[in-house]
């Protein structure tokens, strides 16, 4: 469930556009951390029972621990288990860095996972959104839901994900609803999307992501693995 009305009162001294969370601490919901574990199905309708979202020393990038997502197959269905944080404040703009380290085991195909999702509560939930794409869901995209302009996909010399290894994530968006939004996205260091033009809706800003299995629609059995997250209004260094 979402933040308890107790703790409303302190919203405004808690919205900040730096956060970080390397899971050394686990995965309780604070004001100042996650504040929901998504375990759901399409339309937020109550997911498998077996989802699950958990700090796990199974793989780790740094420390002792790191974000384990779980979702089992599901052939009826997309199945979500992700981290929710809210209270983030990008307007049209603004920055928005992000940066984690994901380690995705197996070969199976993932086509249609989507491992982060930015948002806009206003509009109930559109925004970006991190996704596999390709015959074996091989390449990273940059989704956008309606009204949040074109989509951004790697379309020349696309460079594989790989799988059973830890693997850097780092995503930058110049936020607008016009032509002048800049999309860039690095894999490992390497520059895999530099993209211009429209990234968000009108009238709004984005408040809130989504980190995990944001939704899993390949209908297969996975595991996510999530270390070291960071986001910003900011450049993050590597």
């Not at 979402?2 to 009162?9: A, E, G, I, N, W």
């Not at 982060?116 to 206003?122: F, V």
């Not at 994530?169 to 490992?188: F, M, P, T």
């Amino acid at each position: 469930s979402d933040v308890c009305s107790s703790d409303l009162d302190e919203l405004t001294v808690i919205r900040t556009n730096q956060f970080a969370d390397d899971f050394e601490h686990g995965v309780e919901r604070r004001i100042d951390g996650w504040h929901q574990h998504m375990k759901l199905a399409s339309d937020s309708n109550p997911g498998n029972s077996a989802n699950s979202v958990e700090a796990s020393t199974q793989q780790v990038h740094g420390g002792n621990y790191a974000l384990k997502t779980y979702t089992p197959k599901d052939l009826r269905d997309l199945q979500k288990a992700a981290l929710l944080r809210e209270l983030f404040f990008f307007p049209p703009g603004s920055d928005f860095w992000f940066s984690a380290w994901f380690y995705i085991p197996g070969t199976e195909s993932i086509e249609n996972l989507f491992i982060l999702d930015l948002e806009s509560t206003r509009y109930h939930g559109v925004g970006r959104r991190l996704m596999f794409t390709g015959k074996n869901g091989d390449y990273l995209m940059l989704e956008g839901k309606r009204s949040t302009g074109p989509q951004y996909t790697q379309t020349v010399s696309p460079v594989p994900f790989p799988r059973n290894r830890w693997v850097h994530i780092k995503l930058h968006l110049h936020l607008s609803n016009a032509v002048n939004g800049r999309v860039e996205l690095w894999q490992d260091g390497t520059l895999i999307l530099d993209k211009r033009g429209q990234n968000m809706p009108r009238n709004t800003f984005y408040d809130r992501i989504e980190v995990g299995q944001t939704a899993n629609s390949t209908h297969k059995e996975l595991t996510v693995y999530v270390d070291d997250v960071q986001i910003s209004d900011k450049p993050i260094e590597d």
